[in-house]
Each structure stands twice: as C-alpha cells, then as structure tokens.
C-alpha cells in the first residue's frame, strides 16, 4: 500500500518561509510525476506546481516565490516556499503519479495546514 506523508506545514508571517515535504512509501516501481496541490475552503482544489523527470511547471501566483524540487532515492517531494502573503494560505496537498506493485494509479497525502498572518 503506497501512502504520502506530508509534513512542514504551520504558521508564519507575511514575508516568512516554510518548507513543505512528503514523503512516498511503500513498493514503489516508478514516479511519473509529482505535485503540490493547494485548496481554501469553499474553493476548488488548485495546481500550485508540478515536476516530472523532465519538466517543472508553477502556478503564475507563486511564480519566483516558491520551488518545487525532489529526491528521486528516497521518493520525497519538496516545496519551498518564500515570501509568503496572506492569499497563500491553504491546505496544500502533494499528489503523486506512480507505479507501486505494477499498479499505476494517483495518489494523495493528508493535507498540511500553512497560514499565513501576523
């Protein structure tokens, strides 16, 4: 059974920064791809940024601020974010795309709580 753990979230003030990760186990094969998702209450769930073996997109409104990277030996997706505003505040989700016990399927964390406020 694949599960993420996501860790890293909490509260910091506008202009602060945070780390987020998420950790993949269990018998994993292959990782297509791997995402930050982030959703406010009563708001659809939203790309916040993505990253394959050969591209990485971010959304326009963290362009510069935050970075998504990964660690391809021990299955952990990261995200960096910097200059932290008030709007950025959510539950931020990773998702990833992967192949565990020749099984291809989407998986998603928990949720980690980031707010935003001073």
């Known amino acids: 059974q694949v599960q993420l753990a996501e860790s890293g979230g909490g509260l910091v003030q506008p202009g602060g920064s945070l780390r987020l990760s998420c950790e993949a186990s269990?018998?994993?094969?292959?990782?297509?791809?791997m995402a930050w998702y982030r959703q406010i209450p009563g708001k659809q769930r939203e790309l916040v940024a993505r990253?394959?073996?050969?591209?990485?997109t971010t959304s326009a409104d963290v362009k510069g601020r935050f970075t998504i990277s990964r660690d391809n030996v021990k299955n952990i997706l990261y995200l960096q974010m910097n200059n932290l505003r008030p709007e950025d505040a959510a539950v931020y989700y990773c998702?990833?795309?992967?192949?565990?016990?020749?099984?291809?399927?989407?998986?998603w964390g928990q949720g980690t709580q980031v707010t935003v406020s001073s």
């Open positions: 269990g018998i994993i094969s292959a990782i297509y791809s």
């Open positions: 990253i394959t073996n050969t591209e990485t």
């Open positions: 998702n990833m795309d992967l192949q565990g016990r020749g099984i291809r399927d989407t998986y």
